[in-house]
């Protein structure tokens, strides 16, 4: 299993920006890649279930989107193949939640479903005035 850190979550005012990551921790240093990997982003706000957002396959670059966050929030990798970001524009308050990235085995073929062998420990977004 590979270990994943997220980052990138904070405060941020109504109609904000944010751009989390999704690393794999120390692939870097083996020469290890995500590659042959989805990566999914989910997100769970208090007192609700928890929801996918988005997957992307690392090797095909393909991208999956829930309707509700087509437009404003952008998956993508990075060129070493051991991040990934999601990029979040016009937050609203019910984008409120912990988000959490977690290793697809089935590359998104599945989406929204998943087959996940591995889940970062998440990052809270809170968007208040």
């Known amino acids: 299993q590979v270990p994943l850190v997220e980052s990138g979550g904070g405060l941020v005012q109504p109609g904000g920006s944010l751009r989390l990551s999704c690393e794999g921790s120390g692939l870097a240093d083996h020469g290890y890649t995500l590659d042959y990997y989805g990566i999914f982003w989910f997100r769970q706000a208090p007192g609700k279930e928890r929801e996918a957002l988005s997957c992307?396959?690392?090797?095909?670059?393909?991208?999956y989107y829930a309707d509700f966050a087509r437009g404003r929030f952008t998956i993508s990798g990075d060129n070493a193949k051991t991040t990934v970001y999601l990029e979040m524009n016009s937050l609203r308050p019910e984008d409120t939640a912990d988000y959490y990235c977690?290793?697809?085995?089935?590359?998104?073929?599945?989406?929204?479903?998943?087959?996940?062998?591995?889940w970062g420990q998440g990052t809270q977004v809170t968007v208040s005035s």
């Open positions: 977690a290793i697809d085995t089935r590359e998104c073929l599945d989406w929204p479903r998943g087959t996940f062998n591995s």
């Open positions: 992307i396959s690392i090797s095909s670059g393909s991208t």
